[in-house]
Nanobody
């Protein structure tokens, strides 16, 4: 079992930046598909960015492409999401997720295919 703990959320003004972290423990020593999702009350959870830890190549939803950067530090066992140029519509609860299966490691990958989830961290952007 993996345990995922997000941090770094907060309240900012539009145009500002935040960096989310997801520290993980447990599991086995191998590579994972890791992703960030976000959810607004009353809406479905949506994938924001994903990365396969073996390659560290990130993939992004169109809504965040060019503004967000996903990265993974294997030594620190931490997943990051650098969010620049934040917009009001980025306001959401952000969750990190992980799964041993590397296939289709994209933000469009169904959330049901991720085995491990963090508890979430709130990001609020004021316009």
């Amino acid at each position: 079992q993996m345990q995922l703990v997000e941090s770094g959320g907060g309240s900012v003004q539009a145009g500002e930046s935040l960096r989310l972290s997801c520290a993980y423990s447990g599991g086995v020593t191998k590579d994972y598909c890791m992703a960030w999702f976000r959810q607004v009350p009353g809406k479905e959870r949506e994938g924001v960015a994903a990365v396969y830890t073996l390659t560290n190549i990130g993939y992004y939803a169109d809504s965040v492409k060019g503004r967000f950067t996903i990265s993974h530090n294997k030594a620190e066992k931490t997943l990051y999401l650098q969010m620049n140029g934040l917009k009001y519509e980025d306001t959401a609860m952000y969750y990190c997720a992980a799964d041993y299966r590397a296939g289709a490691c994209q933000p469009t990958r169904p959330q049901s295919s991720f085995s491990f989830w963090g508890q979430g961290t709130q990001v609020t952007v004021s316009s």
